[in-house]
Nanobody
Framework: QVQLVESGGGLVQPGGSLRLSCAAS????????MGWYRQAPGKQRELVAT???????NYADVVKGRFTISRDNAKNMVYLQMNSLKPEDTAVYYC????????WGQGTQVTVPS
């Protein structure tokens, strides 16, 4: 079983930056793809970014050029650097592991006021 714990969310003004972190438990972390998703009030959960075991990344069009996903396999950590934040980035951000049946963290709130 994999446990994921997100941190780093908060309130930030438009144009500001935040760095989200996801700590993963369990073995074989480096073997599996990881991702960040988000869910805004009244909307479906959506993909933000993914990173493969080899470090290949993929981003939603709405965050390309502003967000960067990275991982540290030695520390079992995944990060999401978010720059130039906009009010429409307001959501709960979830970490996801593709290991086994797939696992989700509990989420961390990011709020960018308009």
């Amino acid at each position: 079983q994999v446990q994921l714990v997100e941190s780093g969310g908060g309130l930030v003004q438009p144009g500001g930056s935040l760095r989200l972190s996801c700590a993963a438990s369990g073995r074989s972390f480096s073997v599996y793809a990881m991702g960040w998703y988000r869910q805004a009030p009244g909307k479906q959960r959506e993909l933000v970014a993914t990173i493969t075991s080899g470090g290949n990344t993929n981003y939603a069009d709405v965050v390309k050029g502003r967000f960067t996903i990275s991982r540290d396999n030695a520390k079992n950590m995944v990060y999401l650097q978010m720059n130039s934040l906009k009010p429409e980035d307001t959501a709960v951000y979830y970490c996801y592991s593709s290991q086994g049946i797939g696992y989700w963290g509990q989420g961390t709130q990011v709020t960018v006021p308009s």
